[in-house]
């Protein structure tokens, strides 16, 4: 062998012994001596080296010596000039094998071309040789660069990933720039738009400084004028102009989302308060919208000790500006000593939360503090003035009582009469005052009274009603009732439920004439608030006391049995075909077989997919989008049937088929899913709400295996996940969540916002034949049922599987169970079995701190689960204020007769949050939480 001389190592003895294949065979007694050994099977690794690179060569060969004496191992290359190298190793056999696998390794640096021969053969501790066996490895000489190729572009690296259109943007990075030939002289960079737009095109130079490759630093101002996925494109030049192929990275430009609400200047009325007194904490924040949707204002106590009392929820009305002044109040029935902290923020139409302004309450019994108030009259007439008269008990445990001042709040909450003292009394705690009043509506308002001291501490207000009333409601029967009366014909200071508060509401009188005094008279009092609506003086409001102290907000009191008859109350599927309710296309006119399914809340309109089927055309679907206050309808997006035209396409794009669930991305952008069937492979479309236009973003049947979830099936037939449309959710990044059925077992998988990729969420492997044998994801892991009616909220994604309610984190895959109604005595008091959970949808009320369950084939079922406790309640028993049974026997009857099934649901972003239906497959109904009302919206 030329130098430099091929060292040959033999594996150790321990090493080599533990490779030798099982069933080897130790010498019997029997066996004959001074047998000759062989050797057979020689090979290297690799096959082809090159000329002047050191390589190590990995060799074996087989040995076989019926006596077991193998002692040593001869090698002997041979290069294509002739030369010869020998060595000669020693094998240890301790254990006296007849038959062994004897590995070697080989340095070697070719000097030349060619074939290089290397025999092996065996020598036995008698001298015996076995025949030679050989091995070819073959020597190339080294290939010399191409110094004419053109450049190379790659690994691309930049940020952002995401950009706002209309915003400009510096898209920065590196690129790896490489030539053979060192002059490549300058990087293009341009971006490609959607519909195949361009921005300006960048020159970066390039210098190697003499090397063949190097990285680049690049810098690309734009701005998109688009929103959806953009190309970043590179391709570098030489200096003799040839051109690299391109390479390419992904950006997405997306619509500048609604900016949030903005608190701040937040005022307490009252700073110090006295510990086991009563007290409504009133005050005023300044709020800010640029897009003047500010909706719901939130204040959150925190008390010294003990839980925290729920929060506390105003609506926001700016007049259609984009700031004010909104007032709040908030009730402690029994404050301890302490300090209370009071939270305050806002959340828009979109649920968007502002930032959040703090004040501090202290209750100490130092504080000044006002026990009591009483005024005459307590009834007014409006722009008549008054003088209210009365008196004000207050008091200070320090004696610096210093003031007491009177203010008078109208029903909006404005303060109308501002701080006005009250004379202290020389001695005692009962200060007399003497106020003119001039109301200038009609309704509610109150006299507010507080106490300060010396040292600026100031009480909790006390406050006391106004009823202002109009002379045009009066009856003249109510002075038949021997009550106090003006002389005017006006009452006041009667029992609430007889002559006042029927006139309050502008109800007839006629019925109360001769009603004797202190006598409730249910009979007398509507049930429905607004009594500007035609149902307040009908038969649709009610008699019964649960009714009338319960009023509803509807404009209809479909609970009251008189009301069967009016045709917003009665089953939609049960009214004839010509009965419609809200302005535009029908739902009912598509077809005899439609169902509407969920979908997303926007502004004020909640956009539904409409499943149609027709003889010749199945699996269709029509977007609607359905106002939530008037049950308007306008299509979006999809196929219908015109009368006049047929089968009339809205939108540009691939055909919807069957779509089941939309959400809405932080693009402002539908996100459609669907299939053939509950377990058939889902698809994704992507829909423009203004324009209808579709784009199919995924589809699992025709969809690459590569960027599918293996399911690690031993079995013949398909290797990847099948998914299902029966659970899917997307999450604020605009990744996909998606239920799996069969192998490998209950699972869920997350999919890339561009469906290039999937991963697992979480596993509970339960398949035999599967080589998927871990779990992902720890925790609860006893599931035996896929998962299904997904929904994400706070970091997590809720799943029910069959009777359970599993909480998944989004960041690890643990899961929790949070309720479970699979038998008496599981996790959480409520119905159990198959009416335990809502098997459809799932949706988290951020209003009342629960997660609804929705869906029941051929039923109807809906279920609230508390996610501390587990507990489950039956819709439409679960009533916050009526209690548990007050709205089951008589929920507006409009939502009783006939299954929801799987029609979609939603929950109104503005207070007071009430809920919409999908009922009898093309209805909506409305559903009122706080009194178990319900009526047929739209039709």
Known sequence: MRSPTPAVVVAAAAALLASLAAGCDSPSASTPTSVAPSAANLRLTPSTITVGEAVSLSGRVDVTDADGD??????????????????????????????????????????????????????????????????????????????????KVERVVFDPKTVTVGVEAVLAGTVDVSDPDGDAAALYVQVQGPGGTTGPEVVVPVDLAGATKATVSFSYPFTASASGSHTLRFHAVDATEKESSPASGLFTASTPLPSAPVVSALALDQTAITPGVAVTLTGTVHVSDDNGDAATLVVRLDPPLGSAPPDVTAAIDLGGATAGTVAFEVAIASPVAGTYGVDVWALDAGNRRSNTVSGEVVASATAPVVSALSVQPQSVLVDVETTLSGTVTASDPTGDLAAVTLRILAPGGAVAVADVDVPLAVSGDVHAFSLPFTPTETGTWLLEARASDEEGATSAARTAELTVHDLSQVNDACAATGTDCTGEGFCYNVVASTCEYITSRGLSLDACADVPEDTVVPTCVSSISDLSSPWAATDANCDFVQYWSNPTDFPIDCRCPDASLEDRCVRPYNLPAATSFGDGPRVRDLATTVHLYNGPIIGREWFVPAGWSTFNKPDQTIIFAIDIDTGARRRVSGAYVDPQLGTTVLGAGPELVNVLDMKLGGDGQLYAMGGRSDIAPPKVWRIDPATGDRTLLFDEETADEATLCPNGSTLAGRKTVQMVPEGWAMDADGHHYFAVIGTPGPSIVRMAPDFSSCSYLTRVTDTPSTTLTDNVGTGYDIVQFDFRAFEIAGGSLFAVSDTKLIEVSLADGHRTLRSNAKEVGGLGAGPINAEGLGHRWSRWDAERDVLWTVGLSGGSLAVVVDLDSGDRTAWPCWHPTLGLRAACDNVGIALVPGPLNFGGFAIDPAPPHDLVFAHDMFSIVRYEVKTGNAYILSL
């Not at 090698?75 to 007849?98: C, K, R, Y």
């Open 70 to 151: 193998f002692a040593t191992l001869h090698l002997e290359m041979t290069d294509p000039g002739g030369t010869v190298g020998a060595l000669s190793l020693a094998i240890p056999n301790p254990s006296q094998l007849t038959a062994a696998e004897v590995p070697f390794s080989l340095d070697l640096t070719p000097a030349e071309a060619g074939a290089h021969v290397l025999a092996a053969w065996v020598e036995d501790a008698t001298g015996q040789l076995s025949p030679r066996v050989t091995a070819t490895v073959t020597a190339v000489a080294a290939v010399e660069p191409d110094l004419t190729s053109p450049p």
